[in-house]
């Protein structure tokens, strides 16, 4: 039975030949739309495999320009910096993420001295890399204290624009870090500072690889969910939203990603500011797990990063940055 329109209107014309499908395209993808993180580790001439992160390294900082030759000839626009923090170094109230010395502003001052403002270094604000029970904050009674927290969060970005930070990105969920850390910012000089704010983090189980990846998955203590956000919700995600941009976030991340693409949607047609979305680490193991069993082809990176771009998103934190040459082809 013919209805409507049909035959005089066939949209598979337009899907017949290749051309014509990239013609038509309503989203794409290009090397710009990526974010690479990059964990880091001490020592020298080192880069770690990561047992739950096929194909991921952690670099000691004599290794770090290898990463971000490679980033630079992809035409990558910016890296995001996570250390591995030795256990030596961490306490309960997380006091090397103010050391001067750590890993990431070390990093900061090498990738600054060599490569000046060729690509952007964002770095990550929370204390769950430095504390001893891998929590985002300083713990009493088995709850993480917010206003205590955030103090300290707001001389660890202070410190990080000091070293050369580009944008600043706290992480962490805490309420009303933004506004503070935006103060201190302007306050001391660091006014063109950028801060792009994980407006909606939520206490998902896509983490379990990162964690391992940066040494907090085993000694977390109980969970995250007094802090970060309930994945029942979505009205809660865009309230997130507004306080941080009222506060002075230039820029809004959504983590996890795929699970999320309708608060990426709802956010962007809402608020109209850059969004980005995080391709976190469990999503990226499973794909890669599928991908090297053969259960599913490298065709679902693909489809999976622009599922991104579809929501509205205006790049994306991956994994697969450093691959986007071979993703795209």
Not at 117 to 138: F, K, R, W
């Amino acid at each position: 039975m013919i209805t409507g329109n049909f035959p005089n209107l066939r949209l598979r014309r337009s899907r017949k030949n290749d051309w014509s499908r990239r013609l038509i395209a309503e989203n794409n993808l290009s090397p710009s739309d990526f974010i690479l993180p990059v964990f880091l580790t001490n020592g020298k001439n080192k880069k770690q495999s990561i047992s739950s992160m096929p194909g991921v390294y952690r670099y000691s900082l004599d290794k770090l320009s290898l990463v971000i030759d490679k980033a630079l000839k992809l035409k990558l626009p910016m890296i995001a910096l996570f250390p591995y923090t030795n256990k030596i170094d961490k306490n309960k109230f997380g006091t090397e993420a103010l050391n001067e010395d750590n890993l990431v502003c070390k990093a900061l001052k090498l990738i600054k001295k060599k490569y000046r403002n060729e690509i952007g270094v964002m770095c990550d604000v929370a204390l769950d890399p430095y504390t001893s029970h891998g929590q985002d904050g300083l713990v009493k009674n088995k709850y993480v204290l917010n206003d205590e927290t955030v103090e300290i969060l707001i001389k660890q970005s202070l410190l990080q624009a000091q070293m050369g930070c580009d944008v600043i990105a706290p992480s962490d969920m805490m309420d009303g870090r933004i506004g503070g850390i935006r103060k201190s910012l302007d306050k001391n000089g660091y006014k063109m500072t950028q801060i792009l704010s994980y407006a909606v983090k939520y206490s998902s189980s896509f983490y379990g690889p990162f964690r391992d990846a940066v040494g907090s998955k085993n000694i977390l203590k109980g969970n995250k969910k007094n802090y970060q956000m309930d994945f029942r919700n979505s009205d809660e995600a865009l309230r997130e939203v507004a306080l941080d941009i009222k506060e002075g976030a230039d820029m809004v991340m959504v983590k996890p990603g795929m699970p999320y693409l309708d608060i990426i949607k709802s956010v962007k047609e809402k608020f109209k500011i850059p969004v980005f979305a995080y391709q976190v680490s469990g999503e990226y193991t499973l794909l890669s797990n599928a991908i090297n069993k053969g259960f599913i082809t490298n065709d679902a990176i693909l489809e999976s990063l622009i599922s991104f771009k579809r929501s509205g998103a205006n790049a994306i934190v991956s994994y697969y940055a450093d691959k986007i040459d071979k993703i795209l082809d």
